[in-house]
């Protein structure tokens, strides 16, 4: 008996959306609310699939699955894109002038408590439905891997174990030498010495944050998360590659698909044969290749799948 068989059928209580009207000899679908359940603001693409498979019924058919979530997805949990993120102080600053290499090595205090404020940003919000969702979904398939572009470690908080952060993780610092990496919540005593200021970071002159130092070396620790400038982790996207040229289904969530090379990901994924759902509130780059295209808010569409 294979896996699939075993498996219940996922038949969520409430969805609240029906397949689009379908037109034989197309290959694109879109998911629009019912009437009721409308999204105000937001446009379905025209539905162009040819064949009754839904969403559930891809679910159900799914042995090997690969997410890619994006910053629309932390930010239903109330984190601000990173473009939106500057309130303040920090509204006279470039996001992009504060996260890079060139920025830390001018003025590392600066930096050091411009990513004190969003770990503190992080630490005060909740997985929404989306994270919980897809934590729920993860167990049900013979293979599962979800690949992030945030960094605020909301996935794991909800649950998720397979997870692929290839921006890495704002609740990470690692000593700027490569001797050491610490994560905030870590047990013992480094993790308290690191992340010690981040409470008191002063966001009126934080030209004056002291930024730890690593007790190996001596270097200063920095955020371990990927800046402008820099290369994604090798390993991670590597990974991500593998589990996206092998999955049946493909989910792209809360993201406008557009930088590399996380956006080349679908793609493999399509390229192999899988189908591809995009779950957006407007339409990603990736959208008129999508098997199926839903146009809603991810945590709306998926809290059903959360139960």
Request: net charge neutral.
């Amino acid at each position: 008996m294979t896996r699939r068989s075993r498996r219940a059928p996922i038949r969520p209580a409430a969805l609240g959306v029906r397949p689009g009207t379908l037109q034989a000899g197309d290959t694109h679908a879109a998911v629009t609310p019912r009437r009721g359940h409308s999204t105000p603001g937001t446009l379905p693409l025209v539905p162009r699939y040819n064949g009754s498979m839904d969403f559930d019924g891809m679910l159900n058919a799914a042995n090997r699955v690969c997410v890619l979530t994006g910053a629309g997805v932390s930010a239903e949990s109330g984190i601000p894109t990173f473009r939106d993120a500057q309130t303040g102080f920090w509204a006279n600053f470039d996001p992009t002038e504060l996260a890079t290499p060139e920025a830390f090595r001018r003025n590392p205090g600066r930096v050091w408590a411009w990513y004190a404020m969003r770990r503190r940003m992080a630490g005060s919000v909740e997985p929404n439905a989306a994270h919980r969702a897809l934590a729920a979904l993860e167990p049900r398939f013979e293979r599962f891997a979800l690949v992030t572009q945030n960094v605020d470690s909301l996935h794991s908080r909800a649950g998720s174990s397979n997870v692929l952060e290839i921006h890495g993780n704002i609740l990470r610092a690692r000593c700027a030498s490569g001797c050491v990496t610490v994560h905030r919540d870590d047990a013992g005593p480094l993790s308290g010495e690191v992340f010690a200021g981040d409470a008191s970071a002063d966001e009126s002159d934080p030209d004056r944050v002291a930024v730890p130092r690593c007790p190996q070396c001596g270097d200063l620790f920095r955020p371990d998360v990927v800046w402008f400038g820099e290369m994604l982790p090798a390993r991670a996207i590597e990974r991500a590659f593998e589990h996206a040229a092998a999955c049946d289904l493909f989910l792209l969530i809360g993201t406008s698909a557009e930088v590399y090379p996380a956006a080349g990901l679908p793609e493999a994924a399509l390229e192999s044969g899988a189908k591809v759902v995009e779950i957006n509130p407007k339409a990603s780059a990736f959208a008129p290749r999508a098997t199926l295209s839903i146009r809603q808010p991810a945590a709306e569409f998926l809290a059903a799948y959360a139960e």
